[in-house]
Structure formats: structure tokens, C-alpha cells
């Protein structure tokens, strides 16, 4: 936005031009899945999972936790980068090594 200047002008907004928005909820079928993850990102962690965190001793953080059992899992989980290790199921396991294989084809030239 560049040369921008402010104005009196005014507007109503009519409840008549807001569109309607259709409440959809998506029932996914979730899994149980266990993750580990490191200390640097224990804030989003205690954000994210707030009830079921365990810590061990080198403040590596557990969790259990139902997740959509889809790519919305496999993308989400992604987010956490080298940060977060699933240790079950093996197939959630076996996926996102498979996933993380894709993407390093991607950048070896």
C-alpha cells in the first residue's frame, strides 16, 4: 500500500452484506499417537497439548494425543521440524520418514 491518505469518508455495513458462513464440522477418525519433543520448543508444546505434557530429566517433553489420522496429522507434525520424534504408531512413524525422504530429494543436486 503506498500513498495512502486518510479520508472522512465513512460506511454502514448492512447486515444484509455479510455473507453466511455454513458451520461445517469435519468428524476426521483420529489415532493415538506418542511424540517427543525437545526443549526449544517446550512453549508451543505447553500451548499446544496443555493437560498432558510429561518431562523427563533432560527436559525432553512427552506427549500422548489423539490427531487426525490424515495428511492434516503428517503436515502438523512437520511444523515441529527436527524438534519432534513419534514413537508410535510405527506406521505414523514409518510415514514421516517417508515424507522427510521427499523432501530431501528435493534438495540434493
Same mark, same amino acid.
Given at each position: 500500500?503506498k500513498?495512502? %491518505?486518510?479520508? &472522512?469518508?465513512?460506511?454502514?455495513?448492512?447486515?444484509?452484506?455479510?455473507? #453466511?458462513i *455454513?458451520?461445517?464440522?469435519?468428524?476426521? $477418525?483420529?489415532?493415538?499417537? $506418542?511424540?517427543?519433543?525437545?526443549?526449544?520448543v &517446550?512453549?508451543?508444546?505447553?500451548?499446544?497439548?496443555?493437560?498432558? %505434557?510429561?518431562?523427563?530429566?533432560?527436559?525432553?517433553?512427552?506427549?500422548?494425543? &489423539?490427531?487426525?489420522?490424515?495428511?492434516? @496429522?503428517?503436515?502438523?507434525?512437520l511444523?515441529?521440524?527436527?524438534?519432534?520424534? %513419534?514413537?508410535?504408531? *510405527?506406521? %505414523?512413524?514409518?510415514r514421516? @520418514?517417508?515424507?522427510? $525422504?521427499?523432501i530431501?530429494?528435493?534438495? #540434493?543436486t
Open positions: 500500500m500513498d495512502w %491518505v486518510i479520508s &472522512a469518508d465513512t460506511f454502514t455495513l448492512e447486515p444484509s452484506d455479510i455473507p #453466511k *455454513k458451520k461445517e464440522i469435519q468428524n476426521y $477418525n483420529t489415532v493415538s499417537v $506418542n511424540l517427543k519433543f525437545s526443549p526449544q &517446550a512453549f508451543r508444546v505447553y500451548d499446544e497439548f496443555t493437560d498432558s %505434557v510429561i518431562t523427563d530429566s533432560e527436559h525432553y517433553l512427552y506427549v500422548t494425543a &489423539a490427531l487426525p489420522d490424515n495428511e492434516i @496429522m503428517y503436515s502438523y507434525l511444523t515441529f521440524g527436527d524438534c519432534v520424534e %513419534v514413537l508410535a504408531p *510405527k506406521y %505414523v512413524r514409518t514421516i @520418514m517417508e515424507k522427510l $525422504n521427499l530431501l530429494e528435493k534438495y #540434493k
